[in-house]
Every structure is written in structure tokens, then in C-alpha cells.
């Protein structure tokens, strides 16, 4: 955006960083919680708005919602429609719903991440007019395609599961059905999830020793960028069971680093992987189990083969494209 608008532009956030020519101002950090955070958060409300009026805005831009009133232009990045679609209606979750439907009715643009989230915003909202809902998909960062697996011979191959390990995300199942496919002698399941502190809970152990799959299942925890990229090439394949996303980057990242992948044909992933993926139901046990024996019984060269294509399908998805389009909206907006 600087790039392009140069001094027109201003930034308010409480991350420091070069925004030259542009202006940044910083926010008051929110690294709170409870009710000093929500003052917080208030307060850059009030904040943004100032700055706004001050500075006569023509467009302001909020990468996450909130509840800043201007007469410039207001336009949000639209993720997903999760909370709204398979969350329960508590009373935190029905706040932010109420914050987030209010940014989506008095936008004058809003960016969705993909044509399925565009759809869902209006299965949810069908009073809100299609036309200023731009797609934009996101990027895949370059150092995925970079890496180089170095082979482990002392281990077992693995499939890969990547993210958080609650409800949709659909954990337990993925380990019923790895469970149930009789893999486990022959492969690992390798688990990376972002949270530090997220150790399987006593559900997860309580399956995993039913399974019989203590020693097939590795965790590891907030790992670094180097060692996501060696996981996703050293994988037989990524299994992505999610229920529900709003893009599903991790299927592009794996793409990208040479990896098979097999996922739920579900909400946005078929949009983002195309007819590359080894598609199953994530409602069904026996169809995840399928999908990871198909993935094994490959042969050498038509896993070769699509893993070419991975890589090529993924390169599709640059950063560059992304700011490219995203500059474009704007400029749109700006002129009409």
C-alpha cells in the first residue's frame, strides 16, 4: 500500500515498524486481559478516529473488524464466517458476531480470503451487496519452496498434521482413522501445533492409548520456521481434516515444500488445492482412513508427478499477486 500511495498513507498500530514514506503513529499495545484490555481497545477506537478526522481519511482500513465510526470509506478483511456458522452462540462469541456484522454492513469494501468465505458471507448476511465483496486469496511464503528434507533413516516415515487439535478441527478422528488404517507399524503421525503450552489433553491420551498409538505419535510445539519447512518435506503427506476454513493455507505450504496432501472436501479447501489434493469426508472415519492407504499404495512416479504439480499450483499463490490485488481494490474504491 505505501508502495503505491506513498505519504497518503497512514498507519495506526502498536508493532513498530518502517512505513516510510507513509506516516505510522503507534497504538496503545493491548498485551492485556480482562477488562484492561477491552479499555484498552477502546481507547485506540477513539484514537483511530481522531487520527482519521484529523488527517480527513478518504479510506479507513481495519485488518480485523472493530467498532471505529468515520465518514471515510470503511473497508475489512473478511477470514472466514466460523464464529458465526459453527461456534456456539455465547455471550463473548455473540459480541464479537454483533462487532463483526457491523463492520460488514457499513463497509464499502470488504476483502475476502476466498470465494467460499464471499459465499458465506452472504449466506449469512444476504441484505449485504455481493458486488463490494473483492476475493483476494493470500500468499505462500518463499522459503517453503526452498527447503530441502534431509532423510531421517533412524525413523519411520510420518504423515503430518498441522494447527490446533479442538473441535472442527477435527483431531480425534484424524487419529481413529490412523488408528484404523493399520499404518501405524509402517508410519509415524507427526503432530505440530502452534501453542506452546497445547500438550494433548487427557481426552487425546485416553485415545491414544485405545489406539494402541503412543509410540506412532509425535507432538511438537511452537517449533520454528526452519523446522515447519523440514516437517512439511519430509512428510509422506499433510493430512488437513478441518471441517471448516476460511482458506487453508497449511495445503499450500505443504504444496509448496514438495509434499503430498490429503484433506477434507470441505467449506474452502477444494477452492485453494484444486484437483491436487486426495479428497475425503471428515464426518467419516472410514473415508480419512482410505484417503492415508491411497496416499501410501501410490506409485513412485505418479507421487513424483503430483507433487510437480503441487509445487507448480502453489507458485500461483504469491504475496506479490496479493498486494497487487489488494492495491487495485483501493484504488477502485478511491476513484468512484
Excluded at 73 to 98: G, S, W
Excluded at 99 to 110: D, N, T, Y
Excluded at 170 to 193: E, H, M, P, Y
Excluded at 312 to 327: G, I, M, N
Amino acid at each position: 500500500m505505501i508502495g503505491h500511495f506513498g505519504p497518503q498513507v497512514t498507519i495506526f498500530s502498536p508493532e513498530v515498524r518502517n512505513s516510510s514514506p507513509g506516516r505510522y503513529i503507534r497504538a496503545v499495545p493491548t498485551n492485556f486481559r480482562g477488562s484492561k484490555r477491552l479499555g484498552v481497545i477502546r481507547l485506540n477506537n477513539i484514537l483511530a478516529r481522531r487520527i482519521a478526522k484529523q488527517q480527513r481519511a478518504k479510506v479507513f482500513y481495519s485488518p480485523y473488524y472493530g467498532n471505529v465510526r468515520t465518514t471515510a470509506a470503511q473497508v475489512f478483511t473478511v477470514y472466514d464466517m466460523i464464529h458465526e456458522l459453527r461456534f456456539p452462540r455465547t455471550k463473548a462469541n455473540q459480541a464479537f458476531i454483533d462487532e463483526k456484522r457491523g463492520c460488514i454492513e457499513r463497509a464499502a469494501l470488504l476483502i475476502s480470503i476466498s470465494q467460499s468465505t464471499a459465499h458465506d458471507i452472504i449466506a449469512c448476511y444476504p441484505h449485504v451487496n455481493p458486488a463490494k465483496i473483492v476475493t483476494i486469496w493470500l500468499g505462500v511464503d518463499e522459503f517453503f519452496f526452498d527447503v530441502k528434507s534431509i532423510p531421517d533413516h533412524k525413523r519411520k516415515p510420518y504423515f503430518l498434521y498441522v494447527g490446533a487439535r479442538r473441535g472442527y478441527k477435527n483431531f480425534q478422528r484424524t487419529l481413529q482413522a490412523f488408528g484404523q488404517s493399520g499404518l501405524a507399524k509402517d508410519f509415524d503421525l507427526r503432530v505440530i501445533s502452534p501453542d506452546s503450552n497445547n500438550r494433548f489433553c487427557e481426552e487425546e491420551i485416553a485415545l491414544l492409548r485405545h489406539l494402541n498409538l503412543e509410540n506412532s505419535v509425535d507432538l511438537r510445539l511452537a517449533i520454528s520456521e526452519s523446522e515447519l519447512c523440514a516437517s512439511y518435506s519430509g512428510a509422506v503427506a499433510l493430512v488437513y481434516p478441518s471441517e471448516y476454513e476460511g482458506f487453508g493455507l497449511p495445503v499450500l505450504e505443504a504444496m509448496a515444500a514438495g509434499t503430498l496432501v490429503t484433506a477434507a472436501k470441505v467449506a474452502s479447501i477444494p477452492e485453494i488445492t484444486g484437483d491436487l489434493a486426495d479428497y475425503f469426508d471428515p464426518l467419516s472415519v472410514d473415508s480419512i482412513a482410505d484417503a492415508l492407504q491411497r496416499t501410501v499404495t501410490l506409485s513412485e512416479r505418479d507421487r513424483q508427478a503430483r507433487i510437480a504439480q503441487g509445487i507448480a499450483h502453489a507458485r500461483q499463490f504469491s504475496w506479490e499477486r496479493c498486494q497487487q490485488q489488494t492495491v487495485e481494490a483501493f484504488a477502485r474504491l478511491l476513484s468512484s
